[in-house]
């Protein structure tokens, strides 16, 4: 338990001081002289590719103790005739226990075309750490397994999207932190779980600006040996109310086949995400900590 204490601080203190460190190492592209807060930038999901600030997943309210690789291609079909395509991977590494992890994921590399021609470039790295907070195994009385299980995440995105002139990629940097909690319910051979999350995100717009949002999300599991399916609705509000509060539904369903998981995901843009996003994926699970443990 000290262990665990100790890393988690540890790792919290990272995130917070390279959120800390990022706004002032790097300047948006937007400079304006005197900001007008009743004006609004522009620099919103709404109007720039479907990887400048995506509707982030959320967290089911539980941590892993597995570290997980994963790659997929991404296949973006837009409303207005703005479709991308791109390689994406994810690494999710328990800190020394499963108790705490740390998540680093981007879009590698992508291939647009889009209303003023073709083009192609990489994309932002996120990075986020995840805690576990509350967990029913914790607690030893006949009442523990109603006890929900609840993560707290912090996490940020760096400035390293390319193409910032043709509305591809923000050229600025953005954190976030949310709470998820969620609980399963055991049906025989199939476990369903619920899960929600609250949180709030900000990136720079211009010097001297930057936007604030309120995070949320639902979701629905239904797991079994052998396969999951997943449905959530999720998004954010922006205080700009200028195509910053994006909302989107995702469904998800993998296989699981001896530490491999392939999946395949839809999304679609409800309001401010104008895509149909297909995402076709492996995930390969390993036991780094010598040992499995049930959720």
Same mark, same amino acid.
């Given at each position: 338990m000290h262990r665990l204490k100790v890393f988690s601080l540890y790792s919290l203190f990272l995130i917070l001081f390279s959120c800390f460190l990022i706004p002032y190492s790097v300047k948006a592209e937007v400079p304006i002289s005197k900001p007008d807060l009743s004006q609004p930038t522009g620099i919103a999901p709404a109007?720039?590719?479907?990887?400048?600030?995506?509707?982030?997943?959320?967290?089911?309210? =539980?941590?892993?103790n597995h570290l997980r690789l994963e790659l997929a291609a991404d296949g973006y079909i837009g409303f207005q005739n703005n479709n991308t395509v791109d390689i994406f991977a994810r690494v999710r590494v328990p800190l020394f226990t499963r108790w705490a992890n740390l998540s680093v994921w981007m879009p590698v590399y992508g291939w647009y075309?889009?209303?003023d021609g073709t083009g192609s470039g990489a994309g932002d790295v996120y990075i986020s750490t995840d805690v576990q907070v509350l967990h029913h195994s914790w607690f030893h009385s006949d009442n523990a397994r109603y006890i929900p299980q609840m993560t707290v995440r912090l996490g940020m995105k760096t400035a390293?999207?390319?193409?910032?002139?043709?509305?591809?990629h923000y050229d600025c940097p953005a954190y976030f932190f949310d709470l998820a909690m969620g609980q399963s319910i055991p049906?025989?051979?199939?476990? =369903?779980?619920f899960a929600g999350s609250v949180g709030f995100l900000c990136w720079q717009t211009d010097n001297g600006r930057q936007n604030d949002a309120v995070m949320y999300g639902l979701q629905a599991q239904l797991r079994h040996e052998f396969f999951s399916l997943q449905a959530t609705w999720g998004g954010y509000v922006g205080w700009e109310r200028h195509g910053d509060a994006p909302m989107s539904i995702k469904a998800?369903?993998?296989?699981?086949?001896?530490?491999?998981?392939?999946?395949v995901q839809y999304q679609y843009g409800i309001k401010d995400y104008p895509f149909h996003q297909i995402r076709v994926g492996l995930v390969y699970n390993l036991?780094?900590?010598?040992?499995?443990?049930?959720?």
């Open positions: 109007f720039f590719g479907p990887n400048a600030l995506p509707i982030i997943d959320m967290s089911d309210g =539980l941590t892993d075309k889009q209303y390293s999207g390319e193409q910032f002139e043709r509305r591809r049906l025989k051979a199939l476990t =369903l779980r998800r369903a993998a296989g699981h086949v001896k530490g491999f998981e392939p999946y036991d780094i900590l010598g040992r499995a443990t049930k959720k």
